[in-house]
Nanobody, 122 residues
């Protein structure tokens, strides 16, 4: 399974970006991020049917995860960006349906994309 993340860039505080992750096959897709000097952090997760997406508290209400009807691309719409959102963002997938309690664990996702840099300037 290959994942290709895109859409990162430089944006000002309060701005928006949309990340995309193209893949050939998944049952569950997650977005994670890693800021300089910090550990990997769960951002959002979604299953192939699009129901009940899950978000980290730090992005709830600002970020939206979705997938296209062909189920080959998963998006992360990021609005009202803050400097604390600066990080490398990774998409990750599993061919298994990951239960809700495990969505935030990186170990639930066997496949990872290469990462895309998001920088929010103040």
């Amino acid at each position: 399974v290959q994942l290709q993340a895109s859409g990162g860039g430089l944006v000002q505080v309060g701005g928006s970006l949309r990340l995309a992750c193209a893949t050939s096959d998944y049952a569950t897709m997650g977005w994670f991020r890693q800021a300089p000097g910090k550990g990997r952090e769960f951002v959002a997760g979604i299953r192939w049917n699009g129901y009940n997406p899950t978000y980290a508290d730090s992005v709830k209400g600002r970020f939206t995860i979705s997938r296209d009807n062909a189920k080959t691309t998963v998006y992360l719409q990021m609005d009202r960006l803050e400097p604390e959102d600066t990080a490398v963002y990774y998409c990750a997938s599993s061919r298994q349906r990951v239960i809700t309690s495990q969505l935030q664990r990186g170990e639930s996702y066997p496949y990872w994309g290469q990462g895309t840099q998001v920088t929010v300037s103040s």
